[in-house]
């Protein structure tokens, strides 16, 4: 028991800068080593299948965040909702939102991998996928569907933990189902000589890995989130409201994934070099939305608890460090990543043509990461009292919208070029920072949601 509470963090009480960076930095470690692990997917194939695979292996980024964003999205609601009772000692509701979360997964996994699999590739065409990568494009999101009920589980049962300032063990069980995606990959694409469909079969079985580790874990769990199966049922009244709560975030991800894949469309139509670079940059990119997503959903937890518990003042104290410790790890990324890029894309393809056209998009955009962290840190704040439409409405306007607009009416018919498209991203980052920077400073947010709340303590119980 012991073991298991060295493992938490209690964001309750102690020094808001070092318990964010206690929490967060397992998650970062977790979301980078993800990441290092999928690259292994891009690294395999780009030396030992050739660019075509690499871009097809790419061409799939934007369509699978699509389709699965709206239910991981919900996690954020039951993680959510669980810190909150938390913070607030509610054993009960905890215990509840816990099992409900679980069941709720399986139920959204299944809708997931179904609709993955009859539209994988209906999407890739109006995408404009290149007719050389298209079968190989969808081979891999077929395979990869497959693994969506153990994704989502995941996604839900390591919410669970974080609400309950757990970040330690997540970072367990994706080091060893990583570990099992780099053996296969290895072995499926190199001795096997399966292509596309070994990394993606190595993908779907590492997923599945590590949702049985957590599972165990929770099962075996000594505080309110153990899981029993004799109390794994659906409280239809909890599943509602993280639907309430987490499907704005969702809904949020799938308007990001629609705007990247007109991104995606406009970047296809340059060639099939370009889209692999595009493709190895992503991966490099990915390290910083890893990093800038553990603050996120660092700051989330700990406004939860600490609204759950009435700690207002802790709340601000909080948001400001993290805010702080966010354009620091972003300063930090950026003077590792700009003087490294060539020594880094050598390691995913060795084309030149390639390599020269990720560093046009590296030198391009990692200079302007700093116009986002706002985004991250805010609307994580925010959503942490459970206010999520708001984030969600200033997001899905501020970058999804305006990036589509920059693309459609600027872009492509005044400045039909790379650099035109990308442009996309640092306009809308930074036109929407404002807009969260203004929501909170104003602060009409959180005395609406001490108001809902202080409302629903006073209101007669239904039960």
């Not at 808001?16 to 970062?28: E, M």
Request: charged residues 15%; positive net charge; aromatic residues 10%.
């Amino acid at each position: 028991m012991n073991r298991q509470a060295d493992r938490k963090i209690d964001f309750l009480e102690g020094a808001p800068f070092g318990q964010i960076v206690r929490f967060s930095l397992p998650l970062a470690a977790t979301g980078v080593l993800q990441l290092l692990f999928n690259a292994a997917d891009t690294i395999v194939v780009g030396k030992f299948s050739g660019s075509n695979s690499l871009a097809a292996v790419g061409a799939t980024g934007s369509l699978i965040n699509l389709l699965i964003g709206a239910f991981i999205g919900i996690s954020i609601g039951s993680n959510i909702l669980i810190a909150r009772y938390i913070g607030s000692r509610q054993r009960e509701k905890t215990e509840t939102a816990v099992h409900t979360s679980l069941v709720l997964s399986l139920l959204l996994g299944a809708i997931v991998t179904a609709l993955g699999l009859v539209f994988s590739e209906p999407m890739l065409r109006m995408m404009d996928t290149p007719d050389e990568i298209l079968p190989l494009s969808a081979l891999y999101l077929r395979i990869y569907f497959l693994g969506m009920p153990g994704s989502v589980l995941y996604n839900f049962g390591a919410a669970i933990l974080r609400a309950d300032g757990d970040t330690k063990r997540p970072l367990i069980f994706l080091s060893v189902s990583g570990v099992v995606n780099v053996i296969l990959n290895l072995v499926l694409v190199i001795a096997f000589r399966l292509d596309v469909a070994g990394v993606a079969i190595a993908t779907t079985v590492s997923q599945y890995v590590a949702v049985a580790m957590l599972l165990r874990s929770l099962f075996r769990e000594e505080g309110w989130c153990r899981v029993e199966l004799k109390k794994l049922r659906m409280d239809w009244r909890e599943a509602l409201r993280m639907i309430q709560i987490g499907l704005p975030a969702g809904l949020q991800s799938v308007m990001y994934s629609v705007s990247n894949i007109v991104v995606q469309a406009s970047v296809n139509g340059f060639g099939t070099d370009v889209v692999a670079a595009y493709t190895a940059y992503g991966k490099i990119d990915s390290v910083f939305w890893m990093t800038m997503s553990s603050f996120g959903l660092s700051i989330t937890t700990f406004v939860g608890q600490n609204f759950g518990a009435k700690q207002y003042g802790r709340v601000k104290k909080g948001v400001l460090q993290c805010a702080g410790m966010a354009f620091a790890a972003t300063a930090l990324l950026m003077a590792l990543v700009l003087p490294l890029g060539s020594w880094v894309y050598r390691f995913f393809v060795p084309d030149q043509t390639v390599i020269h056209e990720g560093l046009r998009i590296l030198h391009f955009l990692v200079p302007v990461w700093p116009t986002y962290v706002l985004i991250e840190v805010l609307s994580g704040a925010v959503r942490g009292t459970g206010d999520s439409l708001i984030p969600m409405l200033m997001t899905s306007f501020g970058v999804c919208v305006l990036r589509i607009v920059w693309i459609v009416a600027v872009a492509l018919p005044f400045w039909p070029s790379l650099n035109g498209v990308l442009t996309c991203y640092p306009l809308s980052w930074a036109f929407t920072s404002v807009l969260f920077l203004a929501y909170y400073l104003q602060g009409g947010w959180l005395r609406r949601r001490i108001r809902v709340q202080e409302a629903a303590e006073t209101a007669p119980a239904t039960d």
